[in-house]
């Protein structure tokens, strides 16, 4: 972050002007016209200590924590010359940050319906440098090809609905099987807000290839969103291991269905597939 960035920042929330609502609303156009300047060329963020992403100014309130677990175990598992493929982008920081990770032998495919965050998540891939390993689908991801009903606008809320209420938009919707083709996947992460299980009908092909399925999966589940979607934890569950995975979650305990979380599935080892079937 740049230092007069983070000076500000620091002014804007000492405790001793928290109610200083009057002298927020005139420095506000200064500060805005600040960010421009030192945001033309995006400004910097160090995501987790990590990994440095130039951001747009308009998303200048982001700060350099950004889901940290799941951040960590994401970047140690891929290697220079991976596949990732991102199923709910967002604004693109692990989509950035894994391109440059997996670097220029290496391919990210990010999928993202939201026109708000596609245009953010475009923006952030030129920012950085990356579009030329970065595949960018406007578009849902499910277990057919179409348009589904989608409620946008709501940053990371956005999603799939069951059925459109009067006035929402529809966006395009695919499925992995087939806007993969016959490609290699070695990482795949999904996050799309309780439309895990339609994700993973969609990529029943890839996920039982041998030679193509990804080595890991991680998912961001949203047990609150199933009962609208008709499925349920015991679906999810059943994708994966039917695919020859094991699942897990994202730190030690029990897998927990009932609540928000992170699973991490990888395939069963040989040696343990007849006793795990």
């Not at 889901?67 to 220079?80: D, G, N």
């Not at 952030?124 to 390993?133: E, P, T, W």
């Not at 991801?141 to 989608?150: A, K, Q």
Request: hydrophobic letters at 45%; glycine letters at 10%.
């Amino acid at each position: 972050m740049h230092p007069l960035e983070r000076w500000c920042l620091a002014i804007r929330h000492d405790r001793r002007l928290a109610r200083a609502d009057w002298l927020w609303k005139r420095v506000r156009p200064g500060y805005d016209t600040v960010t421009r300047i030192l945001g033309r060329r995006g400004l910097v963020r160090v995501i987790n200590g990590t990994d440095e992403i130039r951001i747009s100014p308009t998303v200048r309130t982001m700060g350099e924590a950004y889901e940290p677990a799941v951040w960590a175990q994401i970047m140690a598992e891929l290697r220079r010359g991976d596949t990732l493929v991102d199923v709910g982008a967002h604004l693109g920081l692990y989509t950035v940050a894994a391109a440059r990770r997996v670097g220029s032998a290496g391919r990210v495919v990010a999928f993202e319906p939201d026109p708000e965050s596609f245009a953010l998540l475009a923006a952030h891939v030129r920012l950085n440098g990356v579009a030329d390993r970065v595949e960018l689908v406007k578009a849902a991801v499910g277990d057919r090809n179409g348009r589904v009903p989608f409620r946008g606008g709501r940053q990371l809320e956005s999603c799939v609905l069951a059925i459109a209420p009067p006035g929402e938009r529809t966006v395009p919707c695919v499925s992995l099987d087939d806007a993969l083709g016959k490609r290699h996947v070695d990482v795949l992460k999904i996050d799309v807000e309780g439309y895990e299980v339609h994700v993973l009908r969609g990529a029943r092909r890839l996920l039982r290839d041998p030679a193509r399925r990804p080595r890991a999966v991680f998912l961001e589940i949203h047990p609150y969103a199933w009962a609208a979607l008709h499925v349920a934890g015991p679906d999810l569950l059943a994708e994966l291991a039917g695919a020859g995975y094991e699942t897990g979650p994202l730190e030690h305990g029990p897998i927990r269905m009932d609540r928000w979380g992170e699973l991490v599935a990888r395939p069963v080892p040989p040696a343990r597939r007849g006793a795990v079937g």
